[in-house]
């Protein structure tokens, strides 16, 4: 069977306590008691012999944060003892706890004697440090998932709102009996259309959340035969709008290797930025070229720019840089799409000029 002082001295600095034995005091603490107090000088040195002690600090809007739990065979209380500071952590019995107490004095004639004990002490430091460091990062990690989560709920409850509340009001005036045909067909297309834009939302989270750096099952393609009935598409469907859409430079007859829906969903995306931009009606200009291996695509529009206190976050999560609708995810889903297809995307603005985008595919070989 073990002996109290085999017990005492079973941790790191075991060895070199041993001569000390004599010299240190036995103190107890009961379940709950505080041993030393954040603040309070640097006394002395603990070293657990039975019992088990927490230690905390208070951190951030001052709340009290656990830095460890510790046990028979550790120490603690160094760091106020070496660096003759005041207690930076508060120390708690959590158990019946019996310890081993050097003063400040004592230990600082043991280092002086024994050496060996300064180089066990900086290796103890370094596994604390350590293991602490791990502690914070894998809080830091769920703090920014629990943050992310946090954006996407608030970003699915306050863009659904709208759309909701219409649906809501369309559909009482659908199906009221006092309400004109005419009436109703115009809340039934109401209706339909808020789908529409809650089911795009909806994509765009999805599409968010898929995993970036993942090539799509690319097949080759003509561009100009994929891209003239699209502009002829999305033409129609501004014109209500005040806004004209001008192939600048008609679309290259080359191959490119894509994949057609997602590629149409970023030109979407970016020409619908473009118009949500021109309230007051306005022009896009669509613009394409080519080399030996990359096709490059401009969208300008005559907006009102860039700010540029925007322009270095056009592109990150959650920015929707005033617009009064969506996710604030679009911008961030066209860098992925086109990324995935192997090119790069960026955005300049001049003083006076509206907004161009540009991004680039690669030929197919």
């Known amino acids: 069977m073990s002996s109290p002082s085999e017990k005492r001295f079973a941790g790191v600095l075991g060895e070199e306590l041993q001569t000390l034995e004599g010299a240190g005091q036995s103190r107890s603490f009961s379940a709950g008691q ?3 107090s954040a603040g309070d000088p640097g006394d002395g040195f603990y070293v657990i012999e039975s019992g088990r002690v927490q230690i905390t600090a208070v951190v951030g809007n001052n ?9 028979a065979g550790d120490f603690f209380g160094e760091m106020a003892v070496l660096d003759d500071a005041p207690r930076s952590a508060s120390a708690r019995a959590e158990t019946d706890t019996v310890t081993f107490f050097l003063s400040r004095e004592q230990l600082l004639s043991l280092l002086d004697r024994r050496p060996r004990i300064a180089l066990n002490l900086i290796r103890e430091f370094s596994n604390r440090m350590r293991a602490l460091n791990q502690k914070y990062l894998d809080e830091i ?3 920014e998932r629990l943050a992310v989560v946090g954006r996407f709920a608030g970003t699915i409850v306050h863009d659904f709102k709208n759309p909701l509340q219409v649906i809501g009001l369309a559909a009482e005036l659908a199906c009221s009996e006092h309400t004109a045909p005419p009436m109703r067909a115009k809340a039934q297309n109401r209706i339909a259309l808020q789908i529409e ?3 795009n939302m909806l994509h765009e989270l999805i599409e968010f959340t898929k995993p970036s750096g993942q090539r799509p099952v690319h097949s ?10 699209l502009a002829e598409e999305f033409r129609s469907e501004i014109a209500d709008r005040g806004v004209k859409l001008e192939i600048a430079t008609p679309p290259p007859t080359v191959d490119v290797r894509i994949q057609p829906q997602r590629l149409t969903r970023l030109f979407y995306n970016l020409l619908n930025n473009a118009v949500d931009e021109m309230s007051g009606g306005g022009t896009v200009f669509l613009r394409f070229f080519t080399d030996d291996t990359t096709l ?3 969208i300008e529009d005559t907006g009102s720019g860039i700010a540029p206190e925007i322009a270095q976050t056009l592109f990150q999560p959650f920015a929707t840089h005033g617009k009064a609708h969506g996710t604030g995810l679009g911008l961030t889903i ?3 799409i086109v990324e995935d297809h192997g090119g790069k995307i960026s955005a300049r603005s001049e ?6 985008f540009i991004f680039t595919l690669p030929l197919a070989k």
Do not use: D, H, W
């Not at 709340?63 to 460890?68: C, K």
């Not at 080759?220 to 009935?229: G, I, T």
């Not at 003083?351 to 161009?356: D, E, L, M, Q, S």
């Open 34 to 36: 505080t041993i030393f």
């Open 141 to 143: 990690i769920q703090a």
């Open 220 to 229: 080759p393609v003509s561009f100009a035969r994929y891209m003239n009935p």
């Open 351 to 356: 003083p006076g000029k509206g907004a161009t």
């Open 296 to 298: 490059r695509v401009e």
């Open 63 to 71: 709340e009290p944060r656990t830095l460890a739990i510790i046990t």
């Open 197 to 199: 834009r809650m089911t």
């Open 334 to 336: 066209c860098r992925r």
